[in-house]
């Protein structure tokens, strides 16, 4: 598992690297995610 987790590492550090000298933009996740927070107490009387 190490293994195969190291290769896409690699991959994703020189991608980034490679977008950012050719001045592209670079996405580093989904900026629209909408979180919902649920705290214990309202959980508990659920």
């Not at 977008?19 to 900026?31: A, E, H, I, P, R």
């Amino acid at each position: 598992m190490k293994k195969k987790w190291d290769a896409y590492r690699h991959f994703f550090i020189e991608c980034t690297i490679t977008q950012m000298l050719k001045g592209d933009m670079v996405s580093l996740g989904n900026t629209t995610t909408v979180r919902d927070w649920l705290y214990v107490d309202d959980h508990v009387d659920g």
